[in-house]
């Protein structure tokens, strides 16, 4: 069986979702602020943005694993290919092979909290979420690495790279920080960090839109379409 797989439509399917699970989210912490009592409220965590193993974080480890896999395929491609950054789209098959799974069980806390149990981070304030400060070294690093990559490919898959990524680490990093810094001084159940925890996730999930669609666009450019084939035995 074959599937055809059309950048554009895969694009709107995902804003759809994202649209949805916004629409829960946001309806769900209208709700929370009226009625003012956590355990009441326990039930509806399942879609809410800030919390781990829930509606909100399946769509999203599923989305950045679509993005892995299209990575997987395009960079099995260049290796055959042996072209000069093959290692480059399979060193990003990794990475975001690694980031679904952070999405899913939540790495990033565990590291977070490791590095402040090793007093390496100082929790508080704008690194109150202590896993920014070791993420943020390794995102230092890949965007120095990646530079020549980046600005080696197509114009257009260029400005979409830059712009998926610009959008994701505004919201996992940049507004992290302003969130963290929030949470420390107010706690996590005031308005602003419900606000701010909402923007961060939807600049993610869009982030990752873009990127998806860019991916496809790109396959579509090489090869002229996208098609998803399932063997039977």
Known sequence: MKLSLIPKRVAQVMLSIIALLTIMHVTQLVIFFQIGNPDIFDFIKFIDFDYEANL???????????????????????????????????????????????????????????????????????????????????????????????????????????????????????????????????????ILYSALYTVEELCEMLGIVIFCYALLRYIELQAGYVQLRIKSK
Request: aromatic letters at 16%; charged letters at 10%.
């Open 56 to 190: 909100p974080s399946f769509y999203s480890s599923t989305s950045i694993l679509f993005c892995s896999v299209l990575l997987w395929v395009i960079g099995l491609q260049k290796k055959q290919e042996q072209a000069i950054f093959r290692h480059h789209w399979l060193g990003l098959a990794v990475i975001f092979t690694f980031l679904s799974m952070d999405e899913a069980i939540s790495l990033h806390e565990s590291i977070g909290n490791f590095a402040e149990d090793q007093q390496w981070v100082n929790a508080e304030g704008f690194l109150y979420f202590a896993w920014v400060a070791p993420y943020g070294i390794l995102l230092t690093i890949f965007s120095v690495s990646y530079l020549k990559f980046v600005f080696s490919l197509p114009r257009q898959t260029m400005m979409l790279f830059i712009g998926s990524g610009a959008l994701f680490i505004s919201g996992a990093v940049g507004i992290e920080i302003i969130s963290a810094q929030e949470a420390d001084i107010n706690g996590t159940e005031t």
